[in-house]
């Protein structure tokens, strides 16, 4: 019903940068919150950055002054600049979305995931 798909994951060496876009699609109302969440391999998935449909942003502190989370509401599209990147940065990243949809005469919220995407940051 709800696609999310994510792209730009890449290898890149320290101090790097990577932009990261995820475009929902399918039978959407509207997208509430927005997110990217990360794993790295033996530990787990945590939120790296969460954009309202207003566009106010919060960040993990691990990345906070690293990183830039936006979205274009109208495209369905969210993003996540990521600069000075780090070792450490080094995991799948996820996209989330809490979207708005119909069925039959009902709306409900639901959230969906995609795919997720490989981020390698070494040297």
């Known amino acids: 019903q709800v696609q999310l798909v994510e792209s730009g994951g890449d290898l890149v060496q320290p101090g790097g940068s990577l932009r990261l876009s995820c475009a929902a699609s399918?039978?959407?109302?509207?997208?509430?919150?927005m997110g990217w969440y990360r794993q790295a391999p033996g530990k787990q998935r945590e939120l790296v950055a969460v954009?309202?449909?207003?566009?106010?942003?919060n960040y993990a502190a691990s990345v906070k002054g690293r990183f830039t989370i936006s979205r274009d509401n109208a495209r369905k599209t969210a993003a996540l600049q990521m600069n000075s990147l780090k070792p450490e940065d080094t995991a799948v990243y996820y996209c989330?979305?809490?979207?708005?949809?119909?069925?039959?005469?009902?709306?409900?919220?639901?959230?969906?995931w995609g795919q997720g995407t490989q981020v390698t940051v070494s040297s």
């Open positions: 989330k979305a809490e979207v708005v949809v119909r069925v039959g005469p009902d709306r409900f919220r639901r959230d969906y």
């Open positions: 399918g039978s959407i109302l509207s997208i509430n919150d």
């Open positions: 954009i309202s449909s207003g566009g106010s942003a």
